[in-house]
């Protein structure tokens, strides 16, 4: 099993920043990709960033320039900074960690953002 226990997630103004991140405990020697979602108000996800084990980076087209994901291997942690937060950003976000041969196999508890004045 593995658990990840995300962190950093609270309310902030328009502009604003917060970092999050995620930590990788249990059979952490299977994890490859780990991502960030998010869960706006409604009942859809969405992919906001992923990275590989080798530190390819993914990002969805509403926050590139804005979050920068990135991780340590050594400490199986991997982190998301959020710049330039706007309204929109609001959500529950979710760290989520791949296996071999099995994507998205972990997740955790998710941490609120919210973006408001």
């Known amino acids: 099993q593995v658990h990840l226990v995300e962190s950093g997630g609270g309310s902030v103004q328009p502009g604003g920043s917060l970092r999050l991140s995620c930590a990788a405990t249990?059979?952490?020697?299977?994890?490859?990709?780990m991502a960030w979602y998010r869960r706006p108000p409604g009942p859809q996800g969405e992919l906001v960033a992923r990275?590989?084990?080798?530190?390819?980076?993914d990002y969805a087209d509403s926050v590139k320039g804005r979050f920068t994901i990135s991780r340590d291997n050594a400490k199986n942690t991997i982190s998301l900074q959020m710049n330039s937060l706007k309204p929109e950003d609001t959500a529950v976000y979710y760290c989520?960690?791949?296996?071999?041969?099995?994507?998205?196999?972990?997740w955790g508890q998710g941490t609120q953002v919210i973006v408001s004045s």
């Open positions: 990275i590989s084990i080798g530190g390819y980076t």
């Open positions: 249990g059979s952490v020697r299977r994890l490859s990709a």
């Open positions: 989520s960690a791949d296996v071999q041969g099995l994507k998205c196999a972990y």
